[in-house]
T-cell receptor, first 112, second 111 residues
């Protein structure tokens, strides 16, 4: 298996623009997680899905953030409008069961 | 409130010696713990775990020890190798099955 795939790997955008991050989990995994990593706050869980259903989005910082999982092989994290403080590395992870999560390589987002 | 704490931001160890990374937790309900390793520009990768019914779990050069009374766990790497240089995260699932992560410890293996 190719592992968790994220795209793009790097994104540079201007404040106010819409940003969409994409994730393909490992086939057969029933959990999908979106994390954000910053120097100040470390690794933060934003939202997670179980069998394509959002279970807990309490980590989503604001209404500007939204996530969807239309099917078992694809998820998106959208930021609209983006702000400079959203600059971070965003990780997607998947797991069979919730404990041992497999992470993608991350998307480094820079909002100017 | 940090439920999982890694109080050492960094640790430097000579190649071939033992590396010991520490993790403390405050929630006595935690019953499973994981260690992840992260290289720059990559996502964390699962390394080793331990259930609270055990006090030790070993996998090759990596051993995790759990002291429930002290709410403390440690990861031992013997012998340390240059490829072990990375950031190590301790994590535990809470009652909602979300992983609670420590802040990480950067391990530097000196040749």
């Amino acid at each position: 298996d190719a592992g968790v795939i994220q795209s793009p790997r790097h994104e540079v955008t201007e404040m106010g623009q819409e940003v969409t991050l994409r994730c393909k989990p490992i086939s057969g995994h029933d959990y999908l997680f979106w994390y954000r990593q910053t120097m100040m706050r470390g690794l933060e869980l934003l939202i997670y899905f179980n069998n394509n259903v959002p279970i807990d989005d309490s980590g989503m910082p604001e209404d500007r953030f939204s996530a969807k999982m239309p099917n078992a092989s694809f998820s998106t994290l959208k930021i609209q409008p983006s702000e400079p403080r959203d600059s971070a590395v965003y990780f997607c992870a998947s797991s069979l069961g919730v404990y041992e999560q497999f992470f993608g390589p991350g998307t480094r987002l820079t909002v100017l | 409130d940090q439920q999982v704490k890694q109080n050492s931001p960094s640790l430097s160890v000579q190649e071939g010696r033992i590396s010991i990374l520490n993790c403390d937790y405050t929630n006595s309900m935690f019953d499973y713990f994981l260690w992840y390793k992260k290289y720059p520009a990559e996502g964390p990768t699962f390394l080793i775990s331990i259930s609270s019914i055990k006090d030790k779990n070993e996998d090759g050069r990596f051993t995790v020890f759990l002291n429930k009374s002290a709410k403390h766990l440690s990861l031992h790497i013997v012998p340390s190798q240059p490829g072990d240089s990375a950031v190590y995260f301790c994590a535990a699932p809470d009652s909602n099955y979300q992983l609670i992560w420590g802040a990480g410890t950067k391990l530097i293996i000196k040749p």
